[in-house]
């Protein structure tokens, strides 16, 4: 069975930083294709970043740019770096690993002044 943990949300200002981290358990036989979603109160959950077992990315557009996955080729931790934020990107983000149908807890992101 595969388990996700996310870390690494927090408060930032506009145009701050922030990188998420995804920790993966259990064994996935080779790396997995893993994707980020966020969700808040107003709008449905969304995918904003997506990495295949391949290592091709893609991005929503309102992040494109602005967030890059990435992952280890190890472990297959997974990451979310999120520079240039903007108050729209205050949400829960969630990582999940498609292939598997699991979800991590997920991980509040606010930006404010």
């Known amino acids: 069975q595969v388990h996700l943990v996310e870390s690494g949300g927090g408060w930032v200002q506009p145009g701050g930083s922030l990188r998420l981290t995804c920790e993966i358990s259990?064994?996935?036989?080779?790396?997995?294709?893993m994707a980020w979603y966020r969700q808040t109160p107003h709008h449905q959950r969304e995918r904003v970043a997506h990495?295949?077992?391949?290592?091709?990315?893609t991005y929503d557009e309102s992040v494109k740019g602005r967030f890059t996955i990435s992952r280890d080729d190890g472990n297959y931790t997974t990451y979310l770096q999120m520079n240039d934020l903007e108050l729209e990107d205050t949400a829960t983000y969630f990582c999940?690993?498609?292939?598997?149908?699991?979800w991590g807890q997920g991980t509040q992101v606010t930006v404010s002044s």
């Open positions: 259990g064994s996935t036989a080779g790396p997995p294709s």
């Open positions: 990495i295949t077992s391949l290592g091709k990315t």
């Open positions: 999940t690993a498609p292939f598997f149908q699991t």
